[in-house]
Nanobody, 117 residues
Framework: QEQVVESGGGLVEAGGSLRLSCVASPRSLSIADMAWSRQAPGKEREFVARMNWISGSTNYADDVKGRFTISKDNAKNTGFLDMKSLKPADTAIYYC??????????WGQGTQVTVSS
């Protein structure tokens, strides 16, 4: 069964940093694309960042540009979202979405990020 599992969320003070991880399994999956989105309480889920694992191209939501960095470790089938200069407005559940080759897209269960002021 294909799955992705996020980790790395937690409570951090404003201005702090966190690194989120997203592990895709089984290891035999060939990931073509991985994205992060988030959903704050009472709001709709919104796009945060995406990376094409084949070309390496990335794109970001405007409000995280310069603060968040998406990256990957192909050997471990793991994607990362490095978040710095965190703001209370970044508080949300962060979800990973992986699109493997020849397989449907896979969503994780999410990891909570809470930024205190």
């Amino acid at each position: 069964q294909e799955q992705v599992v996020e980790s790395g969320g937690g409570l951090v003070e404003a201005g702090g940093s966190l690194r989120l991880s997203c592990v895709a399994s089984p290891r035999s999956l060939s990931i073509a694309d991985m994205a992060w989105s988030r959903q704050a309480p009472g709001k709709e889920r919104e796009f945060v960042a995406r990376m094409n694992w084949i070309s390496g191209s990335t794109n970001y939501a405007d409000d995280v540009k310069g603060r968040f960095t998406i990256s990957k470790d192909n050997a471990k089938n793991t994607g990362f979202l490095d978040m710095k200069s965190l703001k209370p407005a970044d508080t949300a559940i962060y979800y990973c979405n992986a699109k493997p080759l020849f397989v449907r897209a896979i969503w994780g269960q999410g990891t909570q990020v809470t930024v205190s002021s």
